[in-house]
């Protein structure tokens, strides 16, 4: 009867305790998200230590928050982030949220992106947008800035690649004579691809400012991350991660 009764108190204690904990917000199982990728190298790769994926990791480990990174088609990475197959977006431009309503951006940039025209011709005077009426134009499938700048309209032709081993390709393969894709990602592919012919052509057609986006059920997490966001650049992790990252890609 005694050990039944000492039984019962400590059985007692231990539901007490997790009630305890629910209700006053005691230590908290590890949470972990998986979070979409469409990105390259170095900005995002297969192991999750580009420069978006680290700087996502520590910004997340420090909310208590285990972050897999998922590579994704870039056709179809925000739709499923949108769908709730994967828990957010791991950098996209401001504004994704109005063609995909369950996706949250958190309000801290993590990136500028420089969306650039690649060519073999250094002599193409690009300094828009509306400078790409006369060439036959390739861009990434999928892209949200692409996809608002680039149509058949102010093209002499277009047309758009899942994969950026294809885009490049057309230009290696003269199909084309422009390529849009991010700066330091089409480095990357021209060194891979050895394509020492192709170039960019400057100034950008635009930079933009990159966020997180997260799915609606994590929107408690979204002012969490922002904070975490911001905190890392104050006391220097933010910058560390880039210069360490991008210290081959400096031009």
């Known amino acids: 009867m005694q050990r039944k009764l ?74 499923k982030a ?16 109005r063609n995909y309503p369950n ?16 060519s073999k011709n250094l002599n ?6 509306e400078g790409l009426k006369p060439y036959r134009v390739a861009v990434p499938a999928g892209w949200v800035e692409t996809d608002n700048h680039v149509t058949e309209e102010n093209t002499k032709t277009l047309v758009r690649l899942g994969s950026p081993f294809k885009l490049f390709n057309t230009l290696k393969k003269n199909k084309t004579d422009l390529i849009i894709y991010e700066r330091l990602m089409g480095y990357e592919l021209i060194k891979e691809l050895g394509l020492s012919d192709i170039h960019v052509l400057e100034p950008p057609l635009s ?12 929107k408690d997490l979204v002012p969490r991350a922002a904070e975490a966001t911001r905190a890392m650049k104050q006391d220097g992790t933010f910058q560390k991660i880039v210069d360490k990252t991008l210290s081959n890609y400096s031009k």
């Open 82 to 97: 949108n769908k709730g197959l994967y828990d957010g977006d791991i950098m996209r431009v401001g504004g994704a949220s």
């Open 6 to 79: 000492k039984f019962s108190v400590v059985m007692a204690c231990v539901i007490a305790a997790a009630i305890s904990f629910h209700i006053f917000g005691g230590p908290a199982i590890a949470q972990t998200l998986d979070i979409g990728s469409m990105y390259k190298p170095p900005l995002s790769n297969e192991k999750g230590t580009g420069m978006i994926d680290l700087i996502i990791k520590e910004v997340f480990s420090r909310i208590g928050i285990k972050v897999e990174i998922i590579l994704v088609a870039s056709t179809h990475a925000l739709a």
């Open 103 to 118: 996706l949250i951006q958190v309000p801290e940039t993590i990136y500028d992106f420089d969306f650039v025209a690649f």
């Open 207 to 218: 930079s933009k400012k990159m966020y997180l986006y997260l799915h609606k059920k994590h």
């Open 124 to 129: 193409i005077p690009l300094t828009d947008w």
